[in-house]
Antibody, heavy 114, light 109 residues
Framework: QLQLQESGPGLVKPSETLSLTCTVSGGSISSSGYHWGWIRQPPGKGLEWIGGIFYTGSTYYNPSLKSRVTISVDTSKSQFSLRLTSATSADTAVYYC??????WGQGTLVTVSS | QAVVTQEPSLTVSPGGTITLTCGSSAGPVTIGHYPYWFQQRPGQAPRTLIFDTGDKHSWTPARFSGSLLGDKAALTLSGAQPEDEADYYCLLSYNGVRVFGGGTKLTVL
């Protein structure tokens, strides 16, 4: 049974980079056929897909965020990461990592504020 | 980027049947969009109910089913229970890029 856990700063200053890591335990992050994704949810709003990385290493990003987002994987640490540059208050949200067809992290609130 | 549409809110009576739909501005939804359905209760992370149009997990109550209905993906709830009151989101894949629908707030009343 896989478990996913997000980690990273809960407070980010405007214009700085938001960085989060998802640690996968209980199984292999290298399993073929799956994609690992980042999803966010602003307070009181719906889910937004940020991007994902496939077992092949290919990445796919939300076009509206693509210029600011990088998702990478470190298989040796069983982790995948999110970097979102030039953060603004609009990036304040609960951020989830997931293997969306089955597994979700519990989410972590990131607030962008000075 | 395609826009994925869901009913903003629906109400179902306990024991009743209701269908939530998921449409795409890019045309008919097909199995190639690999429709997913998620349930989210207040204060909780989403959980996956349905993947790849109609596949279920062991934790997916039998009263939920996924399908294609006309040009849309559909989530049908047969025999609604009070605990089914929640937000429901669909997710479609467009050649790797995923897009969520805006969500449906389901009330069991």
């Amino acid at each position: 049974q896989l478990q996913l856990q997000e980690s990273g700063p809960g407070l980010v200053k405007p214009s700085e980079t938001l960085s989060l890591t998802c640690t996968v335990s209980g199984g292999s992050i290298s399993s073929s056929g799956y994609h690992w994704g980042w999803i966010r949810q602003p307070p009181g709003k719906g889910l937004e897909w940020i991007g994902g990385i496939f077992y092949t290493g290919s990445t796919y990003y939300n076009p509206s965020l693509k210029s600011r987002v990088t998702i990478s994987v470190d298989t040796s640490k069983s982790q995948f990461s999110l970097r979102l540059t030039s953060a603004t208050s609009a990036d304040t949200a609960v951020y989830y990592c997931a293997r969306p067809e089955r597994y979700w992290g519990q989410g972590t609130l990131v607030t962008v504020s000075s | 980027q395609a826009v994925v549409t869901q009913e903003p809110s629906l109400t179902v009576s306990p024991g009743g049947t209701i269908t939530l739909t998921c449409g795409s501005s890019a045309g008919p939804v097909t199995i190639g969009h690999y429709p997913y359905w998620f349930q989210q209760r207040p204060g909780q992370a989403p959980r996956t109910l349905i993947f790849d149009t109609g596949d279920k997990h062991s934790w997916t109550p039998a009263r939920f089913s996924g399908s294609l209905l006309g040009d849309k993906a559909a989530l049908t709830l047969s025999g609604a229970q009070p605990e089914d009151e929640a937000d429901y989101y669909c997710l479609l894949s467009y050649n790797g890029v995923r897009v969520f629908g805006g969500g449906t707030k389901l009330t069991v009343l």
